[in-house]
């Protein structure tokens, strides 16, 4: 959800809570075949993600690679939202340093491993595979683990719920054996509830042919 120097990805997310009634009557009246496990029920670990639930406007701070270097802002506009009764999706549009930037996340619970998973997709083409958990009732920390040009490269971004209409969130990066150091920090405003139905791009009407 944010922009990223060398590993563009991220944020991004989806998990499971907060079920549609019409969804849930549709899948209450199908039956799974014997042999495949029919869908999961919500649990306590999908609830815990309703606090990024909504539309949120945020200020960014990069405050650069050396002490000496001086710090730079960005701004981002970002919502989260239930899809499918059993992910949370994150679509991002902002403006950083390097330009504009827009990007599409899915977070989940994946019970088999026992922690939270997020996928982030960017418009430069970055795709992000992020796992982590709560370390408390309102701290939510995932971290990436790749390679970038031959080197070991690793992100970890927390999610900070302040109150109810705010929350902070933090990204730090390291380089092979190296330690985390802070990319950004950002803080965001709840604005009001995430847009409902298909997402469109605005995409101008077609010309009539001529008569």
């Given amino acids: 959800m ?28 199908v039956r799974p075949q014997q042999g495949i496990p029919g869908p999961a029920r919500l649990g306590p670990e999908g609830r815990r993600l309703a606090f990024l639930v909504g539309a949120w406007e945020e200020k960014v701070r990069y405050p650069g690679e050396t002490s000496g270097q001086k710090a730079e802002g960005g701004t981002g506009r970002w919502f989260a939202r239930p899809l499918l009764g059993r992910f949370l999706q994150f679509n991002y549009d902002g403006v950083g340093p390097q330009g504009p930037y827009r990007a599409f996340g899915i977070l989940t619970y994946d019970g088999e491993a026992a922690n939270y998973r997020m996928f982030w997709f960017d418009d430069a083409g970055g795709v992000g595979d992020y796992r982590g958990n709560f370390a408390d009732e309102n701290t939510l920390s995932l971290e990436h683990r790749g390679r970038v040009d031959g080197r070991e490269f690793r992100e970890r971004i927390t999610y900070t719920r302040v109150s109810p209409g705010e929350v ?36 101008p009407p077609a010309k009539q042919p001529p008569m």
Avoid: C, H
């Fill in 2 to 29: 944010r922009f990223w120097k060398v590993f563009p990805l991220v944020a991004a997310v989806g998990l499971v809570f907060l079920a549609a009634p019409g969804a849930a009557q549709q899948q209450a009246s």
């Fill in 168 to 203: 902070r969130t933090k990204i730090e990066q390291a380089w092979d054996a190296g330690g985390y150091r802070v990319y950004l920090e950002a803080q965001a405003t709840r604005t009001g509830a995430p847009p409902q139905g298909p997402m469109r791009p605005n995409v």
